[in-house]
C-alpha cells in the first residue's frame, strides 16, 4: 500500500473488495535475491497489467504510467 501511495497518488486503495475496480495480486519469491511479480485483473478477472522485477517501485511506477488519462483503479 505505502508503493502505491508513493508512486501512484491518482489511485485509492480500498479494503473492502466488492469496492475495487481492480485487484493486485503481488507475489515475492527467493531468498537471498527477491523477485516481485505483480499483477492486476480488472472487474470481470481479466488480466490489465502483468510485470516482474527485483524492485516493486518499478513495477507500480510501470503499471501507474500505463494508466489511461482520467481513468483510475
Known amino acids: 500500500m505505502k508503493t502505491l501511495n508513493e508512486k501512484c497518488p491518482m489511485v485509492t486503495v480500498v479494503n473492502q473488495p ?3 475496480d481492480y485487484f493486485l ?10 523477485s516481485n511479480a505483480m499483477a492486476v485483473f480488472n472487474r470481470n478477472g481479466e488480466m490489465v497489467f502483468a510485470g516482474a522485477s527485483v524492485s516493486l517501485g518499478k513495477e507500480v511506477t ?12
Open 18 to 20: 466488492d469496492k475495487a
Open 25 to 34: 495480486r503481488l507475489d515475492r519469491n527467493g531468498i537471498f535475491i527477491r
Open 62 to 73: 510501470r503499471f501507474c504510467t500505463g494508466l489511461p488519462v482520467g481513468k483510475t483503479p
